[in-house]
């Protein structure tokens, strides 16, 4: 499916749910903004039933889940043995403590040298059919040997590494135990590594409690909040679904050079500055924000919706337009992003295999 079509259902999607919240709000008769009616859970069932968390965990075919496989990728994710100078691994950036982000505005690599993008957060990565900022990848699998060899990320030129770890007896062995050979491949360090990955994920969260009948799960500004996010502030348009993105590329008017979605796609004006939506899961735990860091807090990223972007280009998409926000209004947004973060918890491995 073409990337124009997908924008264009999403655009048809979007339009029906705000209709739907704009019917809800106006039946609440004109109350003063400063005490705005309660929102009631009932009224917005059918707008929660859209951020529904899904039961399982899709696994490809080729690299269906085992116990096994995913212990020895989880070793991997966190071995600094798979970077050039043995002091960087995948959650030097990917910390499981700052949501599998890093809390820079820009990652640094092995040779200290900031790279040009912020670290995004690999949370939920299992449902992402597009990897990156600007989504160059489709697959975990494809995308996990990039930062061994990228020169400024861990530095391993992938023939040092198969060497490296051949010569470790407990990699061979687990690697034979998952995947049913001892001879060690980029392929196969990728399939360990993407299985850990999706097991990543973010579980129930204070919003996901309301939804299912909890009144007392979140304040009454986050649910204000969310009212907003899938009205007034049309957020939903673009950070829909129980991830909280469409899995699509626009640009939002974040001022800056890098070109993001076009790089990969050029020639087409609205994927000029475009950059994939971020899942807004556990945002709060991941400031600061944007593809570059440029925004340090959520109240900030508020403000640049409501001002319609910071950065005004003939890309921006349509749906970024002054919103006319109330300081309450901005404070219920914040809240309601607020209850999206689940407390997960992960061990992180101290002894590696020799
Ligand atoms: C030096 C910091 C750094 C290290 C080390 C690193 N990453 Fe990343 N990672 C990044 C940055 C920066 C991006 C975004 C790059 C871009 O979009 O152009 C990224 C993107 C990703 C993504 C895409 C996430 C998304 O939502 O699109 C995944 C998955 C990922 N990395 C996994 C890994 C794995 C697996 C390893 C170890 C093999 C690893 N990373 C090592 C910084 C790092
Ligand atoms: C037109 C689609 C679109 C709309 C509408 C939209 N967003 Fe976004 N959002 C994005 C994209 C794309 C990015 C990443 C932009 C970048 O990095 O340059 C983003 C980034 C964010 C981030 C930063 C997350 C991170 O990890 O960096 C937050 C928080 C956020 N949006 C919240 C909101 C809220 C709240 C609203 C409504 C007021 C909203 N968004 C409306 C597409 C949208």
Same mark, same amino acid.
């Given at each position: 499916?073409?990337?124009?079509?997908?924008?264009?259902?999403?655009?048809?999607?979007?339009?029906?749910?705000v209709?739907?919240?704009?019917?809800?709000?106006?039946?609440?008769?004109?109350?003063?903004?400063?005490?705005?009616?309660?929102?009631?859970?009932?009224?917005?069932?059918?707008?929660l039933?859209?951020?529904?968390r899904?039961?399982?965990?899709p696994?490809?075919?080729?690299?269906?889940?085992t116990?096994?496989?995913?212990?020895?990728?989880?070793?991997?994710?966190?071995d600094?043995?798979l970077?050039?100078? +043995?002091?960087? #691994?995948c %959650? &030097? @950036? =990917?910390?499981?403590? $700052?949501?599998?982000g /890093?809390?820079?505005a820009?990652?640094?690599?092995v040779?200290?040298?900031?790279?040009?993008?912020?670290?995004?957060?690999?949370?939920?990565?299992?449902?992402?059919?597009?990897?990156?900022?600007?989504?160059?990848?489709?697959?975990?699998?494809?995308?996990?040997?990039g930062?061994?060899?990228?020169?400024?990320?861990?530095?391993?030129?992938?023939?040092?590494?198969?060497?490296?770890?051949?010569?470790?007896?407990?990699?061979?062995?687990?690697?034979?135990?998952?995947?049913?050979?001892?001879?060690?491949?980029?392929?196969?360090?990728?399939?360990?590594?993407?299985?850990?990955?999706?097991?990543?994920?973010?579980?129930?969260?204070?919003?996901?409690?309301?939804?299912?009948?909890?009144?007392r799960?979140?304040?009454e500004?986050?649910?204000?909040g969310?009212?907003?996010?899938? +009205?007034?502030? #049309?957020? %939903? &348009? @673009? =950070?829909?679904?129980? $991830?909280?993105?469409? /899995?699509?590329?626009?640009?939002?008017?974040?001022?800056?050079?890098?070109?993001?979605r076009?790089?990969?796609?050029?020639?087409v004006?609205?994927?000029?500055?475009?950059?994939?939506?971020?899942?807004?899961?556990?945002?709060?735990?991941?400031?600061?924000?944007?593809?570059?860091?440029?925004?340090?807090?959520?109240a900030?990223?508020?403000?640049?919706?409501?001002?319609?972007?910071?950065?005004?280009?003939?890309?921006?998409?349509?749906?970024?337009?002054?919103?006319?926000?109330t300081?309450?209004?901005?404070?219920?947004?914040?809240?309601?992003?607020?209850?999206?973060?689940?407390?997960?918890?992960?061990?992180?491995?101290?002894?590696?295999?020799?």
């Amino acid at each position: 499916m073409g990337i124009s079509q997908r924008i264009g259902e999403w655009t048809a999607a979007a339009a029906v749910c705000v209709t739907a919240v704009v019917s809800i709000a106006s039946s609440g008769h004109g109350a003063p903004p400063e005490r705005p009616d309660p929102v009631d859970r009932r009224a917005v069932r059918s707008l929660l039933a859209q951020y529904a968390r899904p039961d399982s965990v899709p696994h490809p075919e080729d690299n269906r889940y085992t116990a096994e496989r995913r212990a020895l990728g989880k070793l991997l994710f966190f071995d600094a043995r798979l970077s050039g100078t +043995g002091d960087v #691994s995948c %959650a &030097s @950036c =990917h910390d499981p403590a $700052r949501s599998y982000g /890093d809390g820079r505005a820009r990652a640094v690599g092995v040779t200290r040298t900031t790279l040009g993008r912020r670290t995004p957060t690999v949370l939920n990565t299992a449902y992402a059919p597009a990897l990156f900022w600007d989504g160059r990848a489709e697959t975990l699998e494809q995308q996990a040997l990039g930062p061994i060899e990228a020169a400024g990320e861990m530095g391993l030129p992938l023939p040092v590494m198969v060497r490296r770890m051949n010569a470790v007896a407990g990699y061979r062995a687990r690697f034979a135990a998952a995947y049913g050979s001892d001879s060690i491949t980029p392929a196969l360090v990728a399939k360990a590594i993407a299985q850990f990955e999706r097991t990543v994920n973010s579980t129930p969260a204070p919003f996901d409690r309301w939804a299912a009948g909890d009144d007392r799960a979140i304040e009454e500004s986050a649910k204000r909040g969310f009212v907003l996010f899938n +009205g007034k502030a #049309s957020c %939903a &348009s @673009c =950070h829909g679904g129980w $991830r909280f993105t469409d /899995d699509s590329f626009h640009d939002i008017g974040v001022p800056g050079a890098d070109s993001g979605r076009a790089r990969v796609v050029p020639g087409v004006e609205v994927l000029e500055f475009a950059f994939k939506t971020p899942t807004l899961r556990n945002v709060v735990e991941r400031a600061p924000y944007m593809h570059d860091g440029s925004e340090r807090t959520l109240a900030e990223v508020v403000e640049l919706y409501d001002r319609g972007g910071r950065a005004r280009r003939a890309s921006l998409s349509p749906f970024i337009k002054p919103l006319g926000l109330t300081r309450q209004e901005k404070d219920d947004l914040v809240a309601f992003l607020r209850t999206l973060s689940s407390r997960d918890t992960v061990s992180v491995p101290t002894h590696f295999p020799r």
